[in-house]
């Protein structure tokens, strides 16, 4: 099946990230199917960008995008990446988190809040990536509407 049209795609994502009302289910069909084909455009382009045997893949698409983070706990920070299933924060002071720690982060966008829960994958002086393992079903909407932004512009028609 085609994807949807790129105009369509980025009204429904819009509409998202706007959070002014709830998707149809017509809207939502097409903001799916076009989130889908984004992605499968994306993990191809990293199979081909990086390539190499033991090379690592990502399981989802990421972008590099700077987003207020609050870490329970531990203090604020921003991401430098965020993607359908982690982020990466840099915080302003070393966290004493390890790898393995469980992590209940809030990131700010626009006026609206994303509260996930996460584990440490790694650590990094004041760095630390975080792979998500529970997300409400909303939140984790407007995370992917974030990630499908920065990757329509490189959608082809």
């Not at 700077?66 to 990466?88: M, N, P, Q």
């Not at 840099?90 to 966008?109: I, M, N, Q, Y």
């Not at 809040?113 to 529970?134: E, K, P, Y």
Request: aromatic content about 6%.
């Amino acid at each position: 099946m085609p994807p949807p049209a790129r105009a369509d795609f980025e009204k429904q994502n819009r509409l998202l990230l706007e959070g002014a009302r709830a998707l149809t289910p017509d809207e939502l069909a097409i903001w799916c199917h076009g989130r889908d084909f984004l992605v499968r455009r994306a993990m191809a382009r990293e199979v081909v960008e990086t390539p190499g045997a033991g090379s690592i893949r990502r399981r989802h698409p990421r972008i590099r995008a700077r987003v207020s983070a609050h870490i329970a706990g531990h203090g604020i920070g921003y991401t430098d990446d965020v993607g359908f299933g982690g982020l990466g924060v840099r915080t302003h002071r070393a966290a004493p988190l390890r790898r393995g720690d469980e992590a209940s982060v809030k990131l700010k966008w626009a006026e609206r809040s994303i509260f996930l829960q996460a584990l440490v994958a790694w650590t990094d002086g004041t760095r630390i990536g975080l792979s998500i393992t529970r997300i409400h079903p909303e939140d984790e909407q407007l995370l992917q509407a974030l990630v499908c932004e920065r990757l329509a512009e490189r959608w082809e028609d």
